[in-house]
Each structure stands twice: as C-alpha cells, then as structure tokens.
C-alpha cells in the first residue's frame, strides 16, 4: 500500500479526494490458493487498515476484477463501499480489465 495511483484512480468517484495526500491506494492484495479458507486474505485486510489508521491515513482505496467477486464481499465486510467500476489497461501484461473500485473511510 502506497499513495502512488494512475490515472484512473485520480479521476474515481471517491468520497475522500485526497490520494496524493492522505488516502492509501491497496495494490495488490493475494493469498495462495494452498493458503485459501484459512481467513488469511481476511488478516491481511485488516492488517492493511490498521497500518492506513496508524499511518495517518484518511481513506483506503483499492480496486478488485470485476469477475471475482469473493473479495469484494471481504471488502465490504469491513466497511469498503464499491464507488466506481472502471477500465484499467495494465501495460506490464497488455491487457485491459474491468476492475471495481472500492473505498474505505478511515
């Protein structure tokens, strides 16, 4: 987690506009299949918001595919609310993807 974010994420819908300042942006967030249905991705979920919290952070904001719908309901468990649902080309492997774009307000 960092406050580094494309374009996309500068132009979201979000309820705190402050990505450069104060919002932490969840990159990527995995757990290993051999490691699934262990509460792990849940660990690491509110890990990260304690860290944003601590931090000084006022909002967290992260984006999940569209066609995985498992962690968008761990997201909204802890409070993340789905704002935009967007289009992100990922030039490292060239490819466009629906991504939904969540955010939690710390």
């Not at 374009?7 to 705190?16: K, Q, S």
């Not at 984006?63 to 498992?70: F, Q, S, T, V, Y």
């Not at 080309?89 to 939904?100: A, C, E, K, Q, S």
Request: aromatic fraction near 12%; glycine fraction near 10%.
């Amino acid at each position: 987690m960092n406050y580094e974010c494309g374009e996309t994420y500068r132009t979201a819908p979000w309820h705190i506009q402050a990505l450069k300042e104060a919002a932490g942006v969840m990159h990527v967030l995995q757990v290993l299949p051999n490691y699934g249905g262990r509460s792990f991705f849940k660990q690491l979920v509110a890990h990260a918001i304690q860290t944003a919290r601590d931090s000084g952070c006022k909002a967290i904001c992260l984006g999940c595919l569209k066609d995985n719908e498992k962690p968008g309901g761990i997201y909204e468990s802890f409070g993340f609310e789905h704002v935009d649902t967007a289009n992100i080309f990922y030039v490292d492997i060239g490819v466009l993807m629906p991504r939904l774009l969540y955010e939690l307000v710390l």
